[in-house]
């Protein structure tokens, strides 16, 4: 069986293969008029299991290929005797550091995302957890230690944002809606109390009324949470109050999360390599 | 200025750079004496920006390396001219694949990270939505729509599994907390009524009563929750109800949440590519 248009993309790891999955996805949607099957294929420790992945890849559909993500250099040197293509990842890049760097790349498996470096991995639970207590401004007492700070609109994004920051930088990751009532009991747009002295860590979130009123519909149909009107008036009482306390701010309107997330790491200095 | 042991790493990208900061940190994993200095500079769309990145990658310290995921095929040609080594993830496997398939790779930006496939994106979001409203067993009524519902003790990662495979994959993903009261109700351990009729989409996360006690403990310090005689009575009520009701169960004791994450996707037959 021959389908040119449905190729077989067998992910070979010895870690979870996390990091061939990313890059096999990122390059095939370069390749929009292929169907991949994708077959993921984590934690494989020995020769015996990779030739059992070589005999199903051959047996199977065609066109076949294995992206491989091998940390461990013994079972890098099997993937010779594969019967498909293969996309050694780690074997040219590997070899590209070690000269550049004059130093030989060690061979020990899971260390990207297996629990690695412990207190780096403790952060992220430890941040996970802070990010689902002060989530929606449920909590407010303790921002000071928080490493951000989003303020939007409900449903602007924030919580999705909040949860991704913590769970893959370890940042501790806070958010508070701004409701229209925090922000009109004055002349100026007030600050409400539990954003004092946050500086440079808030971050605002905000969308055009239109998308706004569009994913609020899709939660509470015919609310006047979701009508226009009131998603308008939001916008615009937000927008006045980041631009009065000079809080930067994103549209984040056509945003994916993961692009929300970069750039709010770009918009505050936020410590490297935590 | 040269440092070898602290490698300058540019990581480029016209998306969001999380494919070649994925991909980076896990080749420089491999490379333990080294400390890199990462300089993330995502969302480059011009030969103008890619040529100051050059510049500045020159006159810092050296040595420096350039990890390139560039999706458009003219700035990728523009790598060329950068004065410090290149590693151009997507030029390399690009036209392996290109030459696998005998397809053309389109030359998109943004595709991975962002929103890319609208419905996908939208179903992640609501994944999300789902697995925040039914975290810790907090409603269980709806219970019948999830894609997997995580059981085990408190405190044994079930809240940030759950979170990651909603986040990554867009999996419906529950979880319910097994307290004793629940399972020593009778002769054989009771099945929670909320939990009935759920067959092969219930996953037990098992672990040890010493770590489950140290990571209460860090919560909850000298606490009875915390006691190791607690721990290891839960434990036991857990294994005998996993046992009996014959739910599959790992033991996460030494895994991250990346590696608990993808034994899960391997327990369940899931659909693929949601």
Redesign the interface.
């Known amino acids: 069986m021959l389908d ?1 248009r449905c ?1 077989q993309v067998y992910l070979v790891s010895d ?5 061939a999955e ?2 096999a ?10 169907e991949p ?2 077959h ?1 294929l ?2 494989v420790q020995t020769p015996g299991r990779l030739a059992s992945i070589f005999a199903r890849a051959e047996a199977g559909p065609q ?1 076949a ?1 294995v992206v491989a ?1 091998l ?1 461990n250099v013994d079972l890098r040197g099997e993937l010779r005797h594969s019967p498909v ?1 293969v ?1 050694d ?2 074997g ?3 070899e ?2 070690e000269q ?4 030989p ?4 498996s ?7 470096d412990v207190s780096r ?1 403790d952060r ?2 430890e941040a ?1 957890n802070y990010t ?1 207590a002060h ?1 929606d401004g449920l909590a407010t007492q303790d921002l000071s230690v928080a490493d951000v700070v989003l303020l939007g609109a409900s449903r602007s994004g924030k ?2 944002t909040s ?2 920051l913590a ?1 893959n930088y370890g940042l501790f990751a806070a958010n508070y809606p701004l409701v229209p009532e925090d922000l009109n009991s004055g002349d100026v747009p007030h600050m409400p109390r539990g954003l004092r002295g946050l500086g440079g860590r808030m971050v605002g979130l905000t969308i055009t009324p239109q998308r706004l009123a569009q994913i609020r519909e899709a939660r509470r149909p015919g609310s006047r949470y979701a009508s226009l009107e009131q998603c308008r008036a939001e916008c615009t009482a937000i927008q006045e109050f980041l631009d009065t306390w000079k809080v930067p701010h994103l549209d984040v309107t ?6 929300i ?3 709010v ?2 918009c505050l200095e936020l410590p ?2 935590r």
Chains 1, 2 share one sequence.
Do not use: C, K
């Not at 870690?15 to 990091?19: L, M």
């Not at 996805?25 to 292929?34: G, I, S, V």
């Not at 550049?100 to 130093?103: E, M, R, S």
């Open positions: 040119a190729p870690g979870t293969g996390i990091t990313t890059l996805q990122t390059l095939f949607t370069q390749f929009p008029n292929l099957a994708w993921r984590p934690f066109p290929v993500t940390a293509p996309i990842v780690f040219e890049q590997l590209r550091l550049l760097f004059g130093t790349a060690q061979s020990v899971g260390r990207a995302h297996g629990m690695g991995y992220r639970i996970l689902l989530d919580t999705p949860l991704y769970m056509q945003l994916s999360v993961e692009e997330a970069t750039r790491r770009d490297r390599g």
